[in-house]
């Protein structure tokens, strides 16, 4: 494990909201499971910010891959048992293999089907969001960021072109107040 995981690891772990996430998560088990996005993001930039309080986690992003059930029925399955585990956290369950399926009719571009979660990961909007983590059977701490974590430390925010296009970036960093929020990040142009 490199520096810039180890502090990511040591981070989640401080966290007590994340912990019974994971926990929940790794319970639950659904097939090649992350937990990742803006509340590993909000993790580290509010520590990085000296925030004491930091901001309760909104939703909590739970990614994971099963191509031999496409259907919304087992995302509601998966959130269910989730929530009947940690019922106070904001699950926001998404099945990676169908993303295909219905992305075009909410964002209006077509996609090729994604091969893993990780490959989702992949994808995400910004690269310091483009991170997953999974609690493993002997309690370590598995962290996949194809992106890698300089940006997220570095507190930089910076489209991630794979998917994302400049107009969804720029509305996600207005819409997310990422600039009011943590003020020392440096919001990089959508052509970057």
């Known amino acids: 494990m490199d520096e810039l995981q180890a502090r990511l690891v040591g981070l989640v772990r401080c966290s007590p909201v994340l912990m019974r996430a994971l926990h929940a998560a790794r319970a639950v088990d659904p097939p090649d499971w992350l937990i ?20 309760p986690v909104k939703d909590l992003d739970l990614a994971f891959f099963d191509p031999g059930s496409l259907g919304s029925e087992r995302e509601r399955s ?9 019922p106070d956290l904001a ?4 099945n990676q293999a169908a993303v295909h399926l219905w992305y075009p009719q909410v964002f209006g571009v077509e996609i090729d089907p994604l091969t893993s979660t990780s490959d989702a990961v992949g994808t995400w909007p910004e690269t310091a969001t483009a991170i997953g983590v999974r609690l493993l059977a002997d309690d370590t701490i598995a962290v996949v960021a194809p992106c890698g974590l300089d940006d997220l430390f570095a ?4 489209r991630n072109p794979r998917r994302a296009t400049s107009e969804q970036y720029r509305r996600r960093v207005e819409n997310k107040r990422i600039a ?4 020392r990040v440096r919001i990089l142009d959508a052509r970057d």
């Open 36 to 55: 990742g996005a803006g509340a590993i993001r909000d993790r580290v930039w509010d520590h990085l910010h000296g925030l004491t309080r930091p901001a």
């Open 91 to 94: 699950w926001d369950v998404t």
């Open 78 to 86: 998966v959130q269910s048992a989730l929530t009947a585990r940690a």
């Open 155 to 158: 507190l930089i925010c910076r």
């Open 180 to 183: 009011k929020r943590w003020p």
